[in-house]
């Protein structure tokens, strides 16, 4: 055999002889290690219990208005020597690995340094890999607030306080019975007060609630007096409504009437409407209580008057005739939804047909002037509170218009953009107002077409106007109506004037944006007798390039120079070309949008003839938006260009 081959051979007899060794090494067993580690260390003085003079326990509270819990911990203050300690975290850490059999100890090292000459890698595998021990498995268990034994005297008084646990805490509202809570390893006891009120009358008519707590500890009782007052004191009234009615539609739920009806009277009593409707019906039912029409009344009334709307369908429907049954049908009919809308609206026209002229719009200015008076009110913040009251609900079905067989209208509310921010409750405008233009306004469903979001696109609106808004207008004779909510923006020169679609980009804007004008005069060409529309949108609200937009407004920027309308062509703008156009939060909708449906309701007929002429409506909606616009600290006033006589809806 050639000198190649005897090296080959040997190293086969090498790679045996390290096969057999490795299986030799793989017989192991594994090895666990424990360590302990301190963390977070630091030093705190504190009196040791060895070194101390006196103990004696201490009571602290502290309520939760959002949870209505009231915490109660009791501590062990001890006063003396005050010595210096470590504080820490110790972590028992257990490690497991593999460990090596002795006899692959002795041969494997041994036959690693013979190996080195030929395959150094092969040396290291068998050193570093295969002897080497190999962590398994590791497992942390750590202890915090942690103490070291010995503290440092630091030649000083002092007093300490740690948690006293295992001991009963009481309370007593009002020295009514006692309730009790063991204190948990923390020394703290919780107790939750809403229900803890036995009955309404330790939260009506009073501005403050008393507390006492005590507990014994070391053959000592501490105690202590809480007072809970003004918002706090509110908090817990609306909380203890709210958990009393929600316990009750437990008990109904699990036919136990008479805990129902026991829950929501303490509710009811408390000021809550729903609670006041839903006893209403258990005395008008005999259920859990006798039965009882007149109590039945009483507490639908009480919700009714706070703006619950299925008390207010009650109310009417219970009334039979009259104004007041008319105002209570209105009133629901502008909130609920579904089978009782439904049920409200027919209610309502019917009593309409019944009533005089007189009457009826005696009745409709009741039902336009309502405002929920809510029981359950903070009476530290009454004035805030009667601010802040929401206003009268659109209600597009109070008024059925005159039939316009031959108008149509395209309406438009962009929200959210692409790139710009959020136009804040523009695509709710859009919504309601196509229901008042198929109610109010008298047109055809078929004839009122509803964009909004990412359906207001550029190409979606173009295409809205040139195919579908084209083929609905008969030359000469087809009045169209244009409504527009969101963005609007003025070239860098001012000159013309843009509504933002939703993919609009103020970069490119004449690209991505629709021209005012050009829109009118597109409508006016494809034949229609005339156009009117209605802008809640403004093209102001910063510097010349600016980029920045006021949180609740529709503004952007530029002031603009309006160069006028065709002579068939009317606008009524929510703003000045330099102001903004507002949001109204109260009433989740535009400003402008808000009073110019409250004016579609009729409530902008000031001389009562039941015509509404577009100058009619922009005094409302400019008197109202003013005033409103004012209380928000700003300055927005409705702007109408073109024929004020025009007539906007007959009923």
């Known amino acids: 055999m050639g000198r190649g081959t005897n090296i080959r051979c040997v190293w086969r007899d090498i790679s045996l002889s390290a096969a057999l060794l490795l299986a030799l090494a793989a017989c192991e067993g594994t090895q666990t290690r424990t360590l302990t580690e301190r963390r977070n260390v630091r030093t705190v003085e504190m009196v040791a219990e060895d070194a101390q003079a006196s103990v004696r326990?201490?009571?602290?509270?502290r309520f939760n208005a959002a949870?209505?819990?009231?915490?109660v911990g009791v501590a062990k203050e001890i006063s003396g020597e005050l010595r210096a300690f470590d504080t820490y975290d110790e972590a028992s850490i257990t490690v497991k690995e593999n460990h090596r059999s002795p006899i692959s100890e002795t041969i494997l090292l041994p036959f690693a340094v013979a190996l080195s000459p030929l395959d150094a890698s092969a040396r290291r595998f068998l050193t570093d890999e295969v002897y080497r021990p190999k962590e398994q498995e590791r497992n942390e268990n750590v202890s915090t607030g942690r103490i070291s034994a010995d503290g440092k005297p630091l030649g000083r008084q002092g007093v300490t306080r740690r948690p006293w646990p295992g001991l009963t805490v009481s309370l007593s509202i009002e020295e009514g019975p006692p309730r009790h809570r063991q204190n948990d390893a923390d020394g703290e006891a919780v107790f939750d007060l809403y229900d803890a009120i036995d009955t309404a009358a330790q939260l009506l008519d009073r501005e403050s609630l008393s507390l006492r707590l005590w507990a014994e500890a070391g053959g000592k009782k501490v105690e202590t007096p809480i007072i809970l007052a003004g918002a706090d004191f509110a908090a817990l009234r609306r909380l203890t409504a709210n958990y009393a009615a929600e316990k009750g539609r437990q008990a109904?739920?699990?036919?136990?009437?008479p805990?129902?009806?026991?829950?929501?009277?303490l509710a009811a009593e408390l000021g809550a409407p729903e609670a006041q409707y839903l006893l209403a019906e258990m005395y008008r039912d005999g259920q859990g209580v006798?039965?009882?029409q007149r109590d039945a009344r009483h507490w639908t009334e009480r919700a009714a008057r706070q703006g619950h709307a299925s008390a207010q369908l009650a109310l009417a429907e219970g009334m039979g005739q009259g104004a007041e049954a008319y105002v209570w049908a209105s009133l629901a009919a502008a909130q609920l939804r579904d089978d009782p809308r439904r049920r409200a609206v027919a209610l309502r026209d019917s009593l309409a047909t019944r009533l005089k002229g007189d009457d009826l719009r005696s009745a409709q200015t009741q039902a336009t002037r309502f405002a929920?008076?809510?029981e359950m009110r903070d009476e530290s913040l009454t004035a805030l509170a009667a601010q802040a009251e929401p206003p009268p609900p659109l209600d597009a079905t109070r008024l059925k218009g005159k039939p316009k067989p031959n108008a149509a209208a395209l309406i438009i509310g962009v929200e959210d953009y692409l790139t710009l921010p959020m136009a804040q409750f523009a695509g709710r405008d859009a919504r309601a107002f196509g229901e008042f233009a198929t109610n109010a306004l008298g047109m055809e469903p078929a004839r009122v077409k509803v964009l909004t979001g990412s359906e207001a696109r550029l190409l979606d609106i173009e295409k809205a106007i040139d195919t579908w808004l084209k083929a609905e207008i008969q030359s000469g004779a087809t009045e169209i109506y244009v409504f527009f909510a969101g963005h609007g923006l003025a070239s860098p020169d001012g000159r013309d004037l843009y509504l933002i679609p939703h993919d609009g980009d103020r970069a490119i804007l004449k690209?991505?944006?629709?021209?005012?004008d050009r829109l009118i005069a597109g409508i006016?060409?494809?034949?229609?007798?005339?156009?009117?529309?209605f802008l809640d949108t403004c093209y102001s609200g910063g510097t010349r390039g600016g980029n920045s937009l006021i949180a609740d407004a529709r503004p952007l920027m530029i002031v603009p120079k309006d160069q006028g309308l065709p002579p068939t062509a009317n606008l009524l703008a929510a703003a000045g070309n330099d102001q903004l156009s507002s949001s109204y939060g109260a009433a989740r909708h535009g400003l402008y949008s808000y009073f110019l449906m409250r004016g579609l309701m009729g409530d902008a007929d000031a001389d009562g003839d039941h015509v509404l002429t577009l100058a009619e409506l922009s005094t409302f909606v400019q008197r109202n938006t003013r005033r409103e616009a004012a209380r928000l600290g700003r300055d927005q006033s409705p702007v109408l260009v073109g024929d004020g006589e025009k007539v906007v809806m007959r009923w």
């Not at 326990?57 to 509270?61: D, E, F, T």
């Not at 949870?67 to 915490?71: I, M, S, V, Y």
């Not at 129902?260 to 009277?265: C, G, N, P, V």
């Not at 494809?526 to 009117?532: F, L, Y």
């Open 57 to 61: 326990p201490v009571l602290a509270a």
């Open 67 to 71: 949870t209505g819990a009231l915490t």
């Open 252 to 257: 109904r739920s699990g036919g136990d009437y």
């Open 259 to 265: 805990q129902a009806a026991t829950r929501f009277r």
């Open 290 to 292: 006798p039965q009882n």
């Open 372 to 374: 929920a008076v809510p």
């Open 511 to 516: 690209r991505s944006a629709i021209d005012r």
């Open 524 to 533: 006016l060409g494809h034949g229609a007798a005339n156009v009117t529309l």
